[in-house]
């Protein structure tokens, strides 16, 4: 029987042939490579006795390669609707840009620009004096950098000012973020050496002191992005840090982790009291670096600020070649920077800002007008419930914002089955489940998305019937 079904299969060039008018603008080489793929499951499929010959007639052989070419031909690269409440979501790609930011890259992706070109003298320039101005305006900072993400900030700084030295650390901040990128490890890359001072949930001032030798290059201090400490918890403040490095002629070096340039209490929630970059710098750190593409809300970079005389060593480290930003990340992250010169307009246009800062009502009269399209589907139940969203992206972690789900419910389908079927739709909505209910939060989906929401769910709600009279 499987062997006169295998006999039954067209040939690859003659389904070529039939999909090339369905998909004319795929290259064929492509839509061979795709087409084979799908024969060599369906054969897998005969072997498994799952293929009936019913399947392989014409008409059906045909319309299941087409949804088969629809589903694989797509980008891999996709849109996607952020149904989670997590605003800074790293496997979702961070922050979305400004409008402004946005339109500065693609002007910079369609012509020449002046990337390292000096318009006064008309000789060679340097890439970072378009952002290393507006970025010491707004910090405070004497002079500053962008290398390509934050990590990577950490890493040339170590390298360039405490290579073969002791560098002291607090075993508190002995940290290990998202990707298994640890601090220790990173520290051993540079060349640096290690020196762990305290405990894991107090250190002292006196532990920093009793490790200094005349091989200590640095004091780091780690920001612990996502992870709190409670309890009997002590660290030392940062002026007291500063003080004793210059007791002893040392730098301090401080990674921020996200690093923000607002204070959250003015706009509203005194629950996210991260301290800012400004503030850093005036309590006399040395060199400070933070990512682009967390609380700044631009694209991704490692930016490093601080003392002149740090940073000119570090700009002419030879690895600062290798970890540059190109001219899509610079013109992003000066038209980000230049909204903060108005800090209002900042959080007006800037997405992680508005999308963190947006009235808890509002969330609410978003959540009503969802949830009042879904009820309108026969076999779509949906409710608002009070819940909690998060900044994410190891931001303010421990720190929840009150916000609104709609909670949703498709007969006959569990919420995992929902959750699976939403990864599979045009864009995929990635929720949440709260109590075996699969959950839209409506902080983080965008105002013009509700209508699209509202249209997968009638798509869905058509399979369930299907599925309910088969």
């Known amino acids: 029987m499987s062997t006169n079904l295998f006999s039954q299969l067209p040939a690859t060039d003659k389904l070529i042939q039939a999909m090339r008018q369905q998909f004319p603008n795929t290259p064929q080489r492509l839509l061979k490579v795709k087409i084979n793929i799908f024969l060599e499951r369906i054969r897998e499929q005969i072997k498994a006795k799952q293929i009936t010959r019913e399947d392989l007639k014409e008409k059906n052989f045909l319309s299941s390669l ?15 609707i952020n149904a989670t409440g997590v605003v800074i979501h790293t496997n979702l790609g961070r922050s979305l840009l400004a409008q402004a930011a946005a339109q500065a890259i693609q002007k910079a992706c369609l012509n ?46 170590l390298e360039t000012l405490t290579k073969n030295k002791d560098v002291i650390v607090s075993r508190g901040e ?26 894991t949930n107090r250190t002292h001032l006196r532990d920093y002191e009793q490790a200094i030798t005349e091989n200590t290059g640095a004091i780091l201090k780690v920001h612990t ?21 210059q007791q002893y002629d040392l730098p301090v070096i401080e990674d921020m982790g996200s690093g923000n ?68 990340t610079l013109a992003g992250l000066e038209a980000t920077l230049r909204l903060y010169l108005d800090p209002n307009k900042a959080v007006q246009e800037i997405p992680t800002l508005n999308l963190t800062l ?48 709609v909670q949703v419910q498709v007969k006959p389908y569990s919420a995992e089955e929902l959750r699976q079927i939403l990864l599979k ?20 989906i965008l105002l013009d998305q509700i ?8 798509q869905i709600d058509k399979m369930s019937k299907t599925k309910q009279n088969a």
């Open 174 to 199: 002995l940290v290990e973020i998202g990707g298994s990128f640890r601090i220790p490890d990173v520290m051993a890359k540079s060349g640096a050496i290690l020196k762990e001072v305290g405990t």
């Open 451 to 458: 209508k699209i929401i509202e249209t997968i769910f009638a």
């Open 112 to 157: 020449y620009s002046n990337l390292e070109f000096n318009l006064d003298t008309g000789k060679r320039g340097t890439r970072y004096s378009h952002v290393e101005e507006l970025l010491c305006l707004l910090t405070g900072a004497e002079a500053g950098l962008v290398v390509n993400n934050n990590a990577a900030a950490v890493l040339i700084v």
């Open 358 to 405: 947006i009235p808890y009502t509002r969330l609410k009269d978003r959540a009503k007008v969802l949830s009042r399209r879904l009820n309108t589907l026969k076999n779509v139940q949906a409710q608002i419930k009070k819940a909690t969203s998060q900044i994410g992206g190891g931001s303010l972690p421990e720190k929840d914002i009150p916000t609104y789900v």
């Open 261 to 328: 340039l607002i204070r959250f209490d003015q706009f509203g929630l005194p629950q996210l009291d991260e301290p800012t970059v400004q503030e850093t710098i005036k309590a006399g750190v040395d060199v400070v670096s933070f990512s682009g593409d967390k609380l700044l809300g631009g694209p991704q970079a490692g930016i490093i600020l601080g003392k002149k005389k740090y940073i000119e060593l570090i700009k002419k480290n030879p690895l600062n070649r290798a970890l540059r930003i190109d001219k899509m």
């Open 66 to 80: 087409k949804n088969f070419l629809i589903a694989n031909l797509e980008p891999n690269y996709k849109t996607v």
């Open 425 to 444: 739709t045009n864009p995929p909505i990635i929720g949440r489940i709260i109590d075996d209910t699969f959950c839209l939060d409506m902080r983080t």
């Open 225 to 245: 992005s996502n992870y709190r400490i409670v309890g009997f918890h002590k660290s030392v403040p940062l002026p007291e840090l500063v003080a004793l490095a």
